[in-house]
């Protein structure tokens, strides 16, 4: 079985339900028009099942390793990594002036679906390039901006982030590499940092790490960080690679999962560095990357979930057993039980992929809008607001459907032969890197929600009570359409409480962060469907799909509402009723 991008899904979420059209009419992407999408999602298709696909499995299995103080990948992955740059995919998204080919951001998400979902260790690196390029383009100097972003937008040039330290984990505020000024007006940069992805690597003869650390005299916690960018190799006065810059992998991590993706610990020794942005900065500045990269682990779990539900229905429909005694068994997708799991697949991944195009749409808005528009604003503010949501239910629902996907197989789930036990082990991280799923919730509650007297929450509700006004009545969509209305009653109601408690009792409001968060992206989620069930018209096996899947979403998923409600209403009180220590627990 091989991966099967969906391609028709795509093209009907991207034209028929979230305006994908409009955005040709924007200045920023006249140069191309919507008949583009089609060719670039046919292209996408074929090169994720043709040349990355089939290095996943293999990568999985021998994985990358070090050589003589290198990293070496797993085979394949160079001929498919220069093959991806040679086709020109690395830019899709980058800026024209860099040498991008300035399309949507929403067609780039599409494509990253199909890559990580074809194989999940081979896209980390173009991942690292594009949000490296985005980084640079908006806070390095212009030195700088013209010689490194180029090289990255064209996938010719890697890219690391590097935040973690031994010591700190998620507390940036702690880290220790220390960067002194030179004469020069550069900077020296010492210390260690891990779970570098692609710290080092040979894929291309060039890595820019960009590394948060201290310099001397630095305010204390996460005030006192700033930004640089340290190259493995040096530039020389004529533009080319020079020495190396004294920095080495000292171990690749043994993982889980993403086996072919190495995850370097680096040591960097008195290495030339280059300040990005501003002093002291530097954790601002970063985050133009997180943002982007949190939007694609998002879309990872979407991946993963999609490539396993694909497997798992090929699987289903094709693998006989029970039934009638006296007759042949017929295949197990007949079976309740199967058919609940397979639908389940579906109710949470796909309203999913809509969400996060819908993100990626209203970030293309929020960039390329007129400045004075309205729109421009709105749109920044409900991509801000559906951020943490996304990556958290992305991740979240990855895991679920790998492993529901594992269940339909049975016993051949569990053995490697058939592919489905990678999609549980590579997944399981999502959850974990570009900030935890708790750290997503927290965001939303006390950042997103506490900072700004709900105004972002109140941009999302007010689009999906325009949606369920626009479509009352509307027959094919009556019980997604009240399961919404419901829902989102609920979530007004819970806001609303959270809101108090930030004001008043923001420890009761950190401990209902989580159920919240999945509050909101349950209701979201409902919003999608809604969407879908009404632009799915007509007969076809497709749109009868959609409608029916809509349905099974509303009885199934959105009664989770009223927990949700409950759960994240509660407070601390019963989490804190034991003491902070081994022995009461």
Request: charged share 20%; aromatic share 6%.
């Amino acid at each position: 079985m091989t991966y099967r991008a969906p391609v028709e899904d795509l093209q009907f979420l991207i034209g028929d339900v979230l305006g994908g059209r409009e955005l040709f009419a924007l200045e920023a992407f006249r140069h191309a028009d919507f008949e583009v999408v089609e060719s670039v999602l046919a292209a996408g298709a074929r090169l994720a099942a043709e040349v990355i696909e089939p290095i996943n499995q293999p990568g999985d299995q021998a994985g990358a390793r070090i050589v003589n103080g290198a990293v070496v990948t797993a085979p394949g992955f160079r001929e498919a990594y220069a093959r991806y740059v040679r086709d020109g995919w690395s830019g899709l998204d980058m800026p024209r002036e860099y040498g991008g080919q300035g399309l949507p951001r929403m067609l780039q998400a599409a494509i990253a679906e199909m890559v990580n979902g074809a194989c999940l260790s081979f896209g980390m690196l173009p991942l690292m390039c594009r949000a490296s390029a985005w980084l640079l383009a908006e806070h390095a100097s212009a030195a700088i901006a013209t010689v490194y972003v180029p090289k990255l937008a064209a996938g010719e040039w890697g890219a690391t982030i590097c935040i973690s330290e031994p010591q700190a984990g998620s507390d940036v505020g702690r880290i220790q590499t220390l960067a002194k000024p030179a004469d020069d007006g550069s900077y020296r940069l010492s210390g260690s940092k891990i779970f570098i992805t692609y710290g080092d690597q040979d894929l291309t003869e060039q890595i820019c790490h960009l590394v948060l650390a201290r310099t001397p005299g630095a305010p204390a916690g996460t005030r006192g960080i700033s930004l640089f960018l340290v190259p493995k190799r040096l530039i020389t006065t004529d533009g080319g690679l020079g020495a190396h810059n004294g920095m080495r992998a000292l171990r690749l991590e043994h993982k889980m999962g993403l086996k072919a993706s190495p995850t370097c610990v680096m040591q960097y020794a008195d290495c030339v560095a280059y300040r990005i942005g501003e002093l002291h900065r530097g954790l601002s500045a970063m985050f133009t990357m997180v943002n982007t990269m949190r939007l694609e682990v998002a879309l990872q779990g979407v991946a993963i979930g999609g490539a396993a539900t694909h497997r798992a229905l090929q699987y289903a429909t094709e693998r006989p057993q029970g039934g009638d005694p006296e007759r042949a068994p017929v295949p197990i997708s007949e079976h309740p039980d199967v058919r609940r799991m397979l639908l389940l697949m579906r109710a949470r991944i796909e309203p999913l992929r809509a969400l996060l195009l819908e993100i990626a749409r209203n970030l293309d808005v929020a960039a390329a809008a007129a400045p004075e528009a309205a729109t421009r604003a709105a749109a920044a503010a409900l991509a801000e607001w559906l951020l943490p949501i996304g990556k958290a239910c992305g991740a979240d629902a990855g895991f679920e459907v790998a492993n529901l996907a594992v269940q339909i197989f049975g016993g051949q789930g569990y053995v490697s032969d058939a592919g489905v036990e990678q999609y549980v082990r590579d997944i399981r991280v999502a959850s974990i890197y570009e900030g935890t799923n708790g750290i997503q919730a927290l965001d939303l509650v006390t950042r997103r929600l506490g900072r700004d007297s709900s105004k972002r929450f109140d941009a999302f509700a007010s689009r999906i009570r325009a949606d369920l006004k626009r479509l009352a009545g509307q027959a094919e969509v009556g019980q997604i359409h009240a399961a919404v209305g419901d829902g989102l009653t609920r979530l007004e109601r819970c806001t609303q409480r959270m809101v108090e408690l930030n004001a008043g009792s923001p420890r009761d409001a950190a401990a209902g962060a989580t159920p919240y968060l999945r509050l909101a992206g349950l209701v979201a989620c409902g919003w999608m469907w809604l969407r879908m069930a009404a632009a799915a018209l007509g007969d076809s096996d497709f749109a009868r799909g959609k409608r029916i899947a809509a349905v099974f979403f509303a009885e199934q998923l959105m009664p989770e509402a009223a927990l949700l409600e409950t759960q994240a209403c509660l407070g601390a009180a019963t989490l804190d009723a034991l003491a902070p220590n081994a022995s009461q627990w």
